[in-house]
C-alpha cells in the first residue's frame, strides 16, 4: 500500500532506488525513458529492462496512482473528460479539448478546493487533500499514452481542473518541472498555464522565481464588495492587494498575465465593473479572458447574453484592455471544473 509512485521520484531519487536495488546507475536513464518519454503504463512494458529488475521494480513500486472511474465525451467528440479515483477514494478530474492542432489538457492539483468560490463546482465540494507530484504528472501521462496512440501528443496543459495550485505550491511547481525536463517529457514551458484565485504571497513568491509558465489570475469581479460575494479569499487578499502582486510579477518578469473573468448575468457583467476593470487594468501587460458561467448546482448564477457579454469586451475596449471571449467547451459534459465528480458522486444533474 505504501510503495512509493516511480512519478513522485526525482531523477536523482530514482537513480537511488536503482543504486538500493543494486542495479547499475544506467538503468535510471532507460527507466526515465520509458516513463517520460515512452508513456508506458506499467513496469512490465519497460522492455530493454531485464527481467528481474522489472520484478524487483514491480514489487517496490507503483506507477498509475488511480483508475478511470468514469467518462465521458462531448457531443462534438472534441473534449473529454475522465474522473480518477486515487487509492484513498478521492476524485479528481482531468479534461482533454482538441481544438485544430492543440490538445490541451485541463489537469487538477487538488482533490476539492479550500477556496469556496459560491460558482464553482470543486469550491462547493470543500477540501479533501493536495495532490502529490506523481497525481498531478500521472493526469497527463495517461492522456500522452492515449494520444499517443493516434500519433498525437499532448501540446498544451492549463492548471484549472480541480484545486488552487498556488495553495499545493510545491508539488505544483515540482510537477511543472517534471513536465518540462528536456530529458524527460520535455514539454515547453511557456505551454503550461497556471492559474490562480489570487493568493497574494504565493504570486510575490512566482514572481521572484522567474519562472516561465504563463500565469494567470481568477479576477471575476472589480469591486470588493462584488469580489467578497464571489470569491471568500478576497476578504484576506482584496483586489488592491492582487492588483499589487500582479504589477510586482510584470515588472519582475516582463510577461503579460491573464485574467479570467466569468461572466454571470446581471451579476458581474454591467457596465458598472466593466469599467471599474478597464480602470484597474489599465496599462497594465495584460489581456482578459470572458467566459460565459458554466452553470452549477449549488449556484443560481447564469451566464451573460450574448449581448452582455459583447457590451462588457466593448466597454474594456474603450479603457485599451484587451480581451477574448472564450467558448465553454464540452458543457454537456459537466466539463467545467469539479461538475463530473459532483454528478457521480453525489447523483446531481
Ligand atoms: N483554482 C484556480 C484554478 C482552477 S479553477 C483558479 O481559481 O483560478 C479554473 C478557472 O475556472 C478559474 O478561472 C475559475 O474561476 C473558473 N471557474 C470555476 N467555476 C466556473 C464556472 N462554473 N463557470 C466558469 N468558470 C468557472
Ligand atoms: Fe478553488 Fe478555483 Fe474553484 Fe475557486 S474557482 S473554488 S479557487 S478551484
Redesign the pocket.
Known amino acids: 500500500m505504501n510503495k512509493p509512485n516511480l512519478y513522485n521520484l526525482t531523477f536523482n531519487q530514482l537513480t537511488q532506488l536503482l543504486t538500493d536495488l543494486d542495479e547499475p546507475k544506467f538503468r535510471a536513464r532507460q527507466v526515465w525513458e520509458w516513463l517520460y518519454q515512452k508513456y508506458v503504463p506499467d513496469v512490465a512494458a519497460m522492455a530493454n529492462l531485464p527481467k528481474g529488475l522489472r520484478e524487483k521494480l514491480d514489487t517496490a513500486v507503483t506507477l498509475t496512482p488511480f483508475h478511470i472511474a468514469s467518462e465521458q465525451f462531448s457531443n462534438d467528440g472534441l473534449t473529454k473528460k475522465v474522473l480518477f479515483q486515487l487509492p484513498d477514494g478521492q476524485y479528481i478530474e482531468t479534461v482533454l479539448m482538441r481544438y485544430d492542432k492543440r490538445r490541451t489538457l485541463c489537469i487538477s492539483t487538488q482533490a476539492g ?1 479550500a ?1 469556496g ?1 459560491v ?3 470543486t469550491g462547493q465540494m470543500g477540501f479533501f487533500r493536495h495532490l502529490s507530484v506523481g497525481e498531478i504528472v500521472a493526469q497527463v501521462l495517461h492522456f500522452a499514452r492515449e494520444l499517443a496512440q493516434t500519433g498525437e501528443h499532448v501540446t498544451n496543459i492549463v ?3 480541480m ?3 498556488l495553495h499545493n505550491y510545491e508539488n505544483t511547481l515540482t510537477a511543472v518541472d517534471r513536465l518540462t525536463d528536456p530529458t524527460g517529457f520535455n514539454l515547453g514551458a511557456r505551454k503550461i498555464t497556471i ?3 489570487g493568493l497574494v504571497p504565493a504570486i510575490r513568491r512566482y514572481a521572484d522565481e522567474q519562472r516561465q509558465t504563463p500565469l494567470a489570475v ?1 479576477l ?1 469581479a472589480a469591486t470588493d464588495e462584488e469580489r467578497d460575494k464571489l470569491i471568500p479569499v478576497n476578504r484576506r487578499w482584496p483586489i488592491t492587494a492582487v492588483l499589487d502582486a500582479c504589477r510586482y510579477y510584470v515588472e519582475k518578469t516582463g510577461r503579460r498575465l491573464t485574467f ?1 473573468w ?1 461572466l454571470i448575468a446581471h451579476e458581474n457583467d454591467t457596465i458598472e465593473q466593466a469599467q471599474a476593470l478597464g480602470k484597474l487594468l489599465h496599462g497594465l501587460l495584460c489581456h482578459v479572458n470572458l ?1 460565459p ?2 452553470p ?1 448546482a449549488g449556484y443560481g448564477g447564469q451566464p451573460s447574453s450574448r449581448e452582455r457579454v459583447a457590451a462588457f469586451q466593448a466597454e474594456l475596449a474603450r479603457y485599451g484592455v484587451s480581451s477574448t471571449v472564450r467558448v465553454r467547451r464540452g458543457i454537456d459534459i459537466q466539463a ?2 469539479g461538475q463530473l465528480r459532483d454528478r457521480v458522486v453525489s447523483g446531481k444533474q
Open positions: 478546493c477556496m468560490c460558482f464553482c463546482a492548471m484549472m481542473g484545486g488552487e495550485p492559474s490562480t484565485v481568477s471575476h479570467e466569468a467566459i458561467l458554466n452549477t467545467g471544473c
